[in-house]
């Protein structure tokens, strides 16, 4: 016991098993959160969806258009939440060689979706500029 925590009154400090322990909730916490963008984004953007449909009599290709670029916006920013849990729990806590492998690994994974994602809604990959002549995706 050191001094620190004598005087605390807390017999247990931030020590190693604390602050992984710490980490573990909080990168869990940003897993939910990821988790709850990709659902509450879906969830949003089918309400905006039905009531768009039930507004115009019926659905058209426009209205799916940008139903399904709501739901993609909603996928992007839960992948990026979800890299960012995964970077927390892993490098924070237990940074070895087979850790950081198999997070460079889910990150490609991610990485690629998102990018594939960005393509498919915008047309254009993530790095290219965006040309004068191509219309902006509208918010949903």
């Known amino acids: 016991m050191t001094f620190a925590s004598i005087h605390s009154g807390n017999s247990r400090l ?9 980490v ?3 990168g869990k916490g940003v897993d939910a ?26 659905p058209n290709l426009d209205l799916y258009t940008s139903y399904r670029q709501a739901i993609g916006r909603a996928i992007l920013l839960g992948l990026e939440i979800l890299v960012a849990a995964d970077i927390i729990r892993t490098v924070a806590v237990t940074p070895t060689f ?37 219309p902006r995706t509208n918010a949903a």
């Open 14 to 22: 931030m020590d190693g098993g604390a602050f992984s322990e710490f």
């Open 24 to 26: 573990e909730v909080v």
């Open 33 to 58: 959160a990821g988790v709850a963008v990709i659902v509450l984004g879906f969830a949003w953007a089918t309400l905006l969806y039905l009531g768009r449909v039930a507004r115009n009599g019926s």
């Open 98 to 134: 087979e850790s950081v492998s198999v997070l460079a690994i889910i990150v490609l994974i991610r990485t690629f979706l998102s990018a594939t994602l960005e393509l498919e809604l915008t047309g254009r990959w993530p790095w290219q500029q965006r040309s004068a002549s191509s």
